[in-house]
């Protein structure tokens, strides 16, 4: 998965990356508005961090632009403006949630986790496809109730396709959030991962639809 944070205090953007990466995210970093609003333009995230004290264009004026250009992935305001009158605003302009400065990072993660579930219209961290199920918070998976053993991009792969639900995702996409735009892997390489996965989890488990790409078969 890709997210974008928008946050112009160096040392906080930073500890939003690692937090973020740590959990499996492909993070893009952006330091004012102007350089936010281009990016989630043009990019294909899967979810924003964004703060409202930006240099150049403040942050509800990125979201709203954001917004009025179609560009609907969940964005969670993270911002010292904490008075309910600003987190009115914020979530009118079109916010999935707010998170008031200062705050703790397991907090933040959570939210990722429950804004996410949401967009993909789940209620629970747990999938549950025909005999496999899988645990996106403990990042664990087990086939019929036996342990899976995945290496970490294999997992990523695994909760990007669940997230998407019946929707088939070409391999071009997935290269993107699973490696970044800057170092996307070529389709040989996805199509030996999903080979990979499939030996794993079942061949019956992702599907590939000729000219669109992967999906799960059954998706929740």
């Given at each position: 998965?890709?997210?974008?944070?928008?946050?112009?205090?160096?040392?906080?953007?930073?500890?939003?990356?690692?937090?973020?990466?740590?959990?499996?995210?492909?993070?893009?970093?952006?330091?004012?508005?102007?350089?936010?609003?281009?990016?989630?333009?043009?990019?294909?995230?899967?979810?924003?961090?964004?703060?409202?004290?930006?240099?150049?264009?403040?942050?509800?004026?990125?979201?709203?632009?954001?917004?009025?250009?179609?560009?609907?992935?969940?964005?969670?305001?993270?911002?010292?403006?904490?008075?309910?009158?600003?987190?009115?605003?914020?979530?009118?302009?079109?916010?999935?949630?707010y998170l008031g400065k200062p705050f703790e990072m397991?907090?933040?993660?959570?939210?990722?986790?429950?804004?996410?579930?949401?967009?993909?219209?789940?209620?629970?961290?747990?999938?549950?496809?025909?005999?496999?199920?899988?645990?996106?918070?403990?990042?664990?998976?087990?086939?019929?109730?036996?342990?899976?053993?995945?290496?970490?991009?294999?997992?990523?792969?695994?909760?990007?396709?669940?997230?998407?639900?019946?929707?088939?995702?070409?391999?071009?996409?997935?290269?993107?959030?699973?490696?970044?735009?800057?170092?996307?892997?070529?389709?040989?390489?996805?199509?030996?991962?999903?080979?990979?996965?499939?030996?794993?989890?079942?061949?019956?488990?992702?599907?590939?639809?000729?000219?669109?790409?992967?999906?799960?078969?059954?998706?929740?």
């Open positions: 998965m890709r997210a974008l944070v928008v946050e112009d205090a160096s040392e906080v953007a930073e500890d939003l990356r690692l937090a973020l990466e740590a959990t499996g995210f492909i993070v893009d970093l952006s330091p004012d508005g102007t350089d936010a609003w281009f990016q989630g333009d043009v990019e294909d995230y899967d979810i924003a961090i964004l703060d409202l004290g930006l240099p150049q264009l403040d942050g509800l004026s990125v979201l709203r632009r954001w917004r009025a250009a179609g560009r609907l992935f969940p964005v969670i305001i993270v911002s010292a403006r904490g008075n309910w009158i600003e987190r009115v605003e914020g979530i009118d302009a079109g916010a999935d949630d397991g907090e933040l993660i959570a939210r990722v986790r429950g804004v996410l579930r949401r967009a993909a219209g789940r209620g629970s961290n747990v999938v549950t496809v025909g005999r496999l199920r899988v645990d996106t918070q403990r990042a664990t998976v087990d086939l019929g109730g036996v342990p899976v053993r995945l290496s970490p991009l294999e997992f990523r792969l695994l909760d990007y396709l669940i997230h998407q639900g019946d929707r088939a995702v070409p391999a071009h996409e997935i290269a993107d959030h699973l490696y970044g735009a800057a170092d996307s892997g070529d389709s040989n390489a996805i199509e030996a991962l999903v080979a990979r996965l499939r030996r794993k989890v079942g061949a019956d488990v992702i599907v590939t639809r000729r000219g669109f790409g992967y999906q799960i078969d059954g998706a929740p």
